[in-house]
């Protein structure tokens, strides 16, 4: 169950089977505007973790694992950042997730290991000189990027692989 109260009516959860935590969920919250001083107006919503969902699809092996191409993490205040230099990666068609929660960079580096990504991409302090790290997952080795050159070095450096 939920356990939120401002859900009226229906709520749902989506669960794996034969697995903990919920994968996403949802419900009516027909109050909640009007609670909140606005005018009455019937709703419905619903949430999922993306994370939990492509962990699980992985595991079953329904499907293959995506060709995960970057991972963007960041450090200190960077996150926005990071979020949008990710979106800019996937327009040049650069497969790319980006850490959006608050972690330490090593917490990071596990998680797109975890996704399989071939290279992280660190925005760091570097960002305000237009530079970021890359670093190669299965190397181990990193060093400085011109983030208008990212794409490129990106797209050359999968294309050895």
């Known amino acids: 169950m939920r356990g939120l109260d401002y859900y009226t009516r229906t709520v749902f959860e989506a669960q794996a089977k034969g697995e903990e935590g919920a994968l996403g969920g949802g419900g009516r919250y027909d109050d909640l505007i009007s609670n909140l001083g606005g005018k009455p107006t019937p709703a419905v919503g619903f949430a999922c973790g ?12 329904e499907i293959p694992s995506p060709c995960l191409q970057a991972y963007v993490a960041y450090i200190g205040g960077e996150k ?18 980006a850490s959006v929660g608050e972690k330490s960079l090593k917490s990071q580096l596990r998680r ?47 294309s050895f692989r």
């Not at 962990?55 to 079953?60: A, E, P, T």
């Not at 949008?84 to 997730?97: K, N």
Request: avoid cysteine; charged fraction near 35%; aromatic fraction near 2%.
């Open 50 to 61: 993306m994370e939990r969902i492509v962990l699980h699809i992985q595991k079953r092996r």
């Open 80 to 97: 926005v950042r990071a979020i949008e230099l990710a979106s800019e990666l996937r327009r040049e068609g650069i497969s790319t997730v």
């Open 112 to 158: 797109a290991d975890s996704f399989g990504a071939k290279l992280t991409i660190i925005v760091g302090e570097e960002i305000k000189e237009g530079k970021v790290i890359l670093r190669n997952m299965k190397r181990g080795e990193q060093g400085e990027v011109e983030v208008s050159e990212l794409a490129k070095v990106i797209t050359r450096m999968n």
